[in-house]
């Protein structure tokens, strides 16, 4: 078990009223991890699952309350400019994250898309979110990616060592959003809702956020709306 197994427990098992205030510390750790990452070369095998907790963060508890979170603890544009230029930079070894865990990252960055203002404030970033949905939803596992992500150093095992003595814990993970089925229709149906409630406005956004992508990724939005 590593760090995020037990951080990802804790998100599920404890409620928000409870964990509220360790959150950011939790969150600035996980930040402060990721430089760490970057220094080591080892953005990769950290990145795909640092997206998966932060997703099923904003699966249980809503992506208001992961903006509020975030940009609290290190200032406006912190959500935008991370997706940006972190998620998007590493959408394709989320493939080969579980199923489970995959379901939680299209839920995550479905909710992302609809419940925030990023596609009027940041249109690219929304932009981003959409094409790391495509992704997931219409690509197949890319083996070049793997980078042999489950491999570690020492130096990168330093966060989890804080946690050895769970090491062999065996904590069953529940399905936050066990009642989503099937998680491509969720996908889909939210986007299509979105995209049928936006005003004259945003829709103008919308339609010149899609002409920007590729004809494979559009052609995967026309199947969704």
Not at 40 to 45: C, E, G, I, R, Y
């Amino acid at each position: 078990m590593n760090a995020f197994s037990l951080i990802n427990a804790i998100y599920i098992y404890c409620p928000q009223a409870t964990l509220g205030q360790y959150v950011p510390t939790i969150v600035d750790l996980l930040m402060r991890k990721l430089s760490k990452a970057v220094e080591h070369d080892k953005v990769v095998p950290y990145v795909k699952h640092m997206i998966h907790s932060q997703c099923l963060f904003v699966t249980i508890f809503g992506a208001p309350a992961f903006f509020q979170t975030l940009e609290g603890l290190r200032g406006p544009g912190l959500v935008a400019n991370m997706i940006s230029n972190v998620w998007i930079a590493n959408k394709k070894p989320l493939s080969s994250l579980s199923a489970l865990d995959k379901k939680h990252v299209l839920v995550g960055v479905t909710k992302l898309m609809v419940e925030t203002p990023l596609l009027e404030s940041f249109p690219a970033t929304w932009l981003h979110l959409l094409q790391i949905l495509l992704s997931l939803v219409y690509e197949q596992h890319d083996l070049a990616m793997d980078f042999k992500v489950d491999e570690e150093t020492a130096e990168s095992r330093e966060f989890d060592g804080h946690y050895s003595k769970l090491s062999y814990a065996a904590i069953s993970i529940l399905d936050p959003v066990a009642e989503i089925t099937n998680v491509h229709s969720f996908a889909a149906a939210q986007v299509q809702q979105f995209s049928r409630s936006l005003t004259p406005e945003r829709a103008t956004i919308f339609q010149q956020a899609l002409a920007q992508l590729s004809p494979a990724e559009r052609e995967g939005v026309q199947k969704m709306l």
